[in-house]
Every structure is written in structure tokens, then in C-alpha cells.
């Protein structure tokens, strides 16, 4: 269990009066584990956390300023750079696609956590042979891979079925959103039912989580039934990808019962080569 959700599961156990009353940097320290050191050296060289200050000279936190330090904490033990981590845990949310609403998608979630990316519109087409690029990646070099995907409709799924199977016979986790009558387990593929009016019934998406063949493609459909996509094998993006993913699941579908998210770190080194290897298998697609 991470740091914040055992800091989120216990809070109610906190009395309201010494909340008010603000945490020295001492119960800080005792809260969330770093030091008091490490708390002051963040605070100068980063600029985090910002406590506030008594009159004289004091430091005191709130609730707020301990949750941030345990998403900092939870997104380092993930490997991203302290940098990077606080970055996280003090953006604030961006909006999602129209009426999609925030994290209601993979899309919406990765844009919100991630507004770096770059959105592009591609046609139905492009985001075929990219989806088909994707899935021959991780069917070729992945090790167990995490393996995650939005097919709108139960028949697109369907048609993709026998490399999906083969996903889910190789990896450690396969999950799929579409229109399906109920959620469940089959064939090994925890498929979550996605009602009519859900954002998610609107998303193509496609997310292999291993390495050496991390990728992930997230788009949703535009009213020209083309699609704001993004795409990435940065595997920063790709675990948030999955992460977004299972938390859709949890919503959609709070009584399947998934395997623990991933937790190994993934590689870093093999992302120029990952981005090659996709691209190419996508120019073959389109060029059929």
C-alpha cells in the first residue's frame, strides 16, 4: 500500500484540533518519514514545501502540505526525479476533453497529469495502424507485460480478439473498456463494461506497460469521427497511462478484482529504439 493511501485511510483519525493548530516541521518529519534535514533542503533548493511561519520564525504545515510531500514520495518510489515528482504533486488540474470530465478518460488523465505532451488529430486509420503497432510491439519483446485498452464498441473488440487473447496469455495483466453487457473475467481479460453516456465511451486507447516495449496511445473522438490523440513510449507517460486506466476500472467496475498495479521500473535507455520500432511497424500498416 503506498504512502498516501495509508495517510489518506487514517486521516479520520486525526482530531480537527490539532489540524488547525498546524504540525511543526518535527511532526512532519514523523509523518511522512523524511528527515528534518531532507524537509529543509527541499524547501531551499525547490522551493517545497511551503509551510507557513509563525511569528516567530516557526514553521508549520497543514494537512494539504503532508499530502504533497506523500504524492512527492509515492511518484519517487514510481523512479521519476524529485524534480519531476514535485512538479506532480503540486500541478494543478487541467481540463479534460469537452463533457469528458476530469480523468474520465486515459486521455483526460494524461493530459491533466501530463499538458507536456503534444495532442495530435489523427484519422480512424492512423490510430489503427498505430493501436496495431503498439500490440506487435508488446507481443514481440515484452516480458509479462500490463497491458491496457479502450475499444469503444464490443465488436471492434471482437474483431481485434485473437491478438488481444495472446496479450493476455503472455502478460501479467490484461484490461479492456468497451460496450459489454457486464464486467468480468474472460478468455484472461478483465473487460469492464462502459456505459452509453460514460467520456470512456468515446476513447481508443492502447497501453503496454513492460519493458522493454513500454508504448501508449490515448485518443478520444471528435464529432468528424476523427480523434485527439496522444502518444508516447516515455515510460514516465506510460505507467501514468495504466495508472489512469485502473482507476478507471476501480470506478466502472468496482468488484473486478485486478492484480496489483505495476511496480517495477521500466527502461529508460530503450526509448529511441521503442519510438523507432513503433513507427516504422505504423508506416506498415498505413502503407497496405
Not at 46 to 74: C, K, M, S, T
Not at 87 to 95: F, I, Q, S, V, Y
Not at 123 to 143: F, G, K, P, Q, V
Amino acid at each position: 500500500m503506498s504512502p498516501y493511501t495509508v495517510y489518506r485511510d487514517n486521516l479520520y483519525r486525526m482530531s480537527k484540533s490539532r489540524a488547525e493548530a498546524g504540525f511543526s516541521i518535527g511532526a512532519v518529519s514523523a509523518r511522512t518519514g523524511l528527515s528534518v534535514p531532507v524537509l529543509r533542503s527541499w524547501e531551499q533548493r525547490h522551493g517545497f514545501p511551503r509551510p507557513a511561519r509563525l511569528e516567530g520564525g516557526h514553521r508549520r504545515y497543514d494537512e494539504d502540505d503532508i499530502a504533497r510531500i506523500l504524492r512527492v514520495l509515492d511518484a519517487r518510489s514510481e523512479g521519476r526525479s524529485l524534480e519531476a515528482s514535485i512538479a506532480l504533486a503540486t500541478r494543478k488540474p487541467e481540463p479534460g476533453p469537452p463533457d469528458g470530465g476530469t480523468d474520465a478518460t486515459v486521455y483526460a488523465g494524461l493530459r491533466r497529469l501530463r499538458p507536456d505532451l503534444e495532442a495530435r488529430v489523427l484519422s480512424r486509420r492512423a490510430m489503427r495502424a498505430l493501436s496495431h503497432a503498439i500490440e506487435d510491439e508488446c507481443l514481440a519483446h515484452a516480458d509479462r507485460p500490463t497491458v491496457t485498452g479502450a475499444f469503444q464498441r464490443v465488436d471492434a473488440y471482437e474483431q481485434a480478439l485473437p491478438r488481444w487473447r495472446e496479450l493476455a496469455r503472455s502478460g501479467a495483466s490484461t484490461l479492456v473498456f468497451a460496450d459489454f453487457a457486464r464486467s468480468g473475467t474472460r478468455d484472461g481479460v478483465h473487460q469492464v463494461a462502459i456505459p452509453p453516456g460514460a467520456a470512456l465511451a468515446r476513447e481508443w486507447s492502447v497501453i503496454c506497460d513492460a519493458a522493454p516495449s513500454a508504448a501508449a496511445l490515448a485518443g478520444w473522438e471528435r464529432a468528424d469521427g476523427r480523434f485527439e490523440a496522444v502518444w508516447s513510449v516515455e515510460p514516465d507517460v506510460v505507467r501514468l497511462a495504466t495508472q489512469v486506466g485502473r482507476h478507471l476500472a476501480a470506478h466502472h467496475a468496482p468488484r473486478l478484482a485486478l492484480p496489483p498495479s505495476p511496480r517495477e521500473r521500466l527502461d529508460h535507455s530503450a526509448s529511441l529504439r521503442r519510438a523507432s520500432a513503433v513507427t516504422n511497424r505504423a508506416f506498415a500498416y498505413l502503407d497496405r
